[in-house]
C-alpha cells in the first residue's frame, strides 16, 4: 500500500469508527486524508472496498495480536482459551463506540456486501478458535462453550461501550476462567 494509500486507510478507519459508516462520505475521507477523491477511488476504486480494507486491517490486527498471545502463554490449555479475553483490553476504546465489527454489522444490512461478509467470518473465526482449543483442553460440549464464550468476550465490548462499564474486559475473562474450569471439570456423559 502506497503511503498516500495508508493516510486515506487511516482517516476513513478514524472517521468510520467514531461517526459510522454510512454518516461519513468520500468527500470528508479526502478532505481530512489530503487528497483529491479521484486519488481516492484510484486507490480504492469504491467506498465500498475503502469499507472493506478498514475492516480487514481490524481484523488482521485483532488475529495477530490473539495469535501472539497464543504464542505467548505456551501449552497451558486454559491459558490458551482465555488468550482471546486477555488481548480484549487493547481493542476496548475508552468511551469508544464498542466493536467496530458489530457496528458495521448493524450498518451493513446487505448480507452479499463484502463488509458484512468479513464481519461474519472474523466472529466465525473467534467462535471456532474457541471451540477448537476447548476440544484440545478436553472440555465437555466445546461448541457449546464456544458460544458461550463468544457471548462473554462481545458482551464485554458492549458493557464498556454503553454502560461505561470500565472492568468489562476483567469480568468477562473471569466468568471465562470460571466456564472454561467447569466445562473441563465436568465430562459430561
Same mark, same amino acid.
Given at each position: 500500500m502506497t503511503p498516500g494509500a495508508q493516510r486515506i486507510l487511516d482517516v476513513a478507519s478514524? =472517521?468510520?469508527y467514531w461517526r459510522g459508516i454510512h454518516a461519513v462520505g468520500v468527500d &470528508?475521507?479526502? %478532505?481530512?486524508?489530503?487528497? &483529491?477523491? $479521484? &486519488?481516492?477511488?484510484? $486507490?480504492f476504486g469504491s467506498k465500498d472496498a475503502l469499507v472493506v480494507a478498514y475492516l480487514a486491517a481490524r481484523d488482521r490486527r485483532w488475529r495477530e495480536l490473539v495469535l501472539a498471545r497464543l504464542e505467548a502463554v505456551g501449552a497451558d490449555p486454559v491459558a490458551q482459551v482465555? %488468550?482471546?479475553f486477555d488481548v480484549l483490553?487493547?481493542? =476496548?476504546?475508552?468511551?469508544?463506540r464498542?466493536?467496530?465489527?458489530?457496528? #458495521?454489522? #448493524?450498518?451493513l444490512p446487505d448480507p452479499d456486501h463484502p463488509g458484512r461478509q468479513l464481519v461474519v467470518a472474523e466472529k466465525t473465526w =473467534? $467462535?471456532?478458535?474457541f471451540r477448537d482449543l476447548l476440544s484440545?483442553?478436553?472440555?465437555?460440549?466445546?461448541?457449546a462453550t464456544a458460544g458461550q464464550l =463468544?457471548?462473554?468476550?462481545?458482551? %464485554?465490548?458492549v458493557s464498556h461501550a454503553i454502560v461505561d462499564e470500565t472492568d468489562a474486559a476483567t469480568g468477562a475473562r473471569s466468568a471465562a476462567h470460571a466456564l472454561v474450569t467447569h466445562a473441563r471439570a465436568h465430562p459430561g456423559p
Open positions: 478514524e =472517521l468510520f &470528508t475521507i479526502a %478532505a481530512e486524508s489530503g487528497v &483529491t477523491k $479521484r &486519488t481516492l477511488y484510484d $486507490r482465555l %488468550a482471546p483490553p487493547e481493542f =476496548l476504546v475508552p468511551h469508544g464498542g466493536c467496530s465489527f458489530v457496528n #458495521a454489522f #448493524a450498518e =473467534l $467462535r471456532d478458535l484440545q483442553a478436553g472440555a465437555h460440549d466445546p461448541d =463468544l457471548s462473554l468476550h462481545e458482551g %464485554a465490548f
